[in-house]
């Protein structure tokens, strides 16, 4: 919008139930002839078959995870992909599944005017965190593929030989409160089994957060050449000798310097590109 492109939102809460995607079907029907739209993007499979309902405006997908490789939605999304006038995944390893070939690669953009560096001290007063703990932050879901599990039996044996670790666990919080975790932990920690483009991986960038995560999506990439940052492995093990290497630094990073390109400005810009081309 602050580039002046007119966006309308039609949310379909599939999440919460998967009897709103029939409901949402037939509150969209009629949406595209009351109003032409020159296009149409959709996020994820279900809503791309939906919004394909309509032939009469150039139709957008983008897959934002695991949902490209596995089971019957990785199907739909194969199945659907030719049938729309572009696909947009938000990571070259989901680039690589078989039938994505063609699809552009535009990960999730992060806000560098919300997440930014800030005073520990404070954001921690703030939170009511603890002045000299040792926090590891957990910012995700409770879902099984986060492996929560992994998260606190790794930082339950950090704890065992210093009792100043400790676990912040942030999850269904307002977006504008997780930059003050952010600021006022020592590392964050992300041990999922699938991603596509983790965007909590660019939050900590930004705000200059050291982090340990498995090698899933482009986690990679993002933390490549930053110190303080660290892959590891689905094991309780390889988790707790990665977070100790990152607490034993005791320094913030130099993350922010490596995601400028990767502003909501930049991915703006990048989306408007695929836009134009779509409609060329």
């Not at 599944?97 to 007063?125: H, K, W, Y």
């Not at 997780?178 to 965007?199: F, I």
């Not at 482009?218 to 290497?245: F, P």
């Amino acid at each position: 919008r602050a580039r002046g492109v007119d966006v309308d939102v039609f949310f379909i809460n599939g999440r919460r139930y998967r009897r709103n995607y029939l409901t949402g079907f037939l509150r969209y029907l009629p949406r595209p002839w009351q109003q032409h739209y020159d296009l149409i993007h959709a996020h994820y499979p279900l809503t791309g078959l939906i919004a394909r309902a309509q032939i009469r405006s150039p139709l957008v997908v983008t897959y934002h995870g695991i949902e490209v490789v596995f089971g019957w939605q990785g199907t739909l999304c194969r199945a659907l992909a030719p049938f729309v006038d572009g696909v947009i995944v938000t990571s070259e390893r989901m680039r690589a599944v078989p039938g994505m070939a063609q699809a552009r690669v535009i990960p999730c953009g992060v806000n560098l005017e919300l997440f930014r560096p800030t005073d520990r001290s404070q954001a921690r007063a703030e939170l009511g965190l603890p002045q000299d703990g040792r926090l590891v932050l957990f910012c995700a879901g409770m879902r099984p593929e986060k492996r929560f599990d992994l998260v606190e039996a790794a930082v339950e044996r950090l704890k065992a030989r210093d009792p100043s670790v400790a676990l912040v666990v942030a999850t269904g919080l307002p977006h504008d409160a997780v930059p003050r975790y952010m600021n006022a932990c020592d590392v964050l920690v992300l041990a999922s089994e699938y991603e596509g483009s983790p965007t909590v991986i660019k939050e900590a960038m930004a705000c200059n957060l050291p982090i340990v995560s498995t090698d899933v999506g482009d986690v990679r990439e993002i933390i490549a050449g930053t110190d303080g940052c660290h892959l590891c492995e689905h094991s309780v093990d390889d988790i707790a000798a990665k977070l100790a290497l990152a607490l034993q630094r005791g320094q913030r990073t130099d993350g922010r310097e490596h995601i400028q390109h990767l502003s909501l400005d930049r991915i703006a810009e990048r989306l408007i590109e695929e836009y134009e081309s779509v409609l060329t």
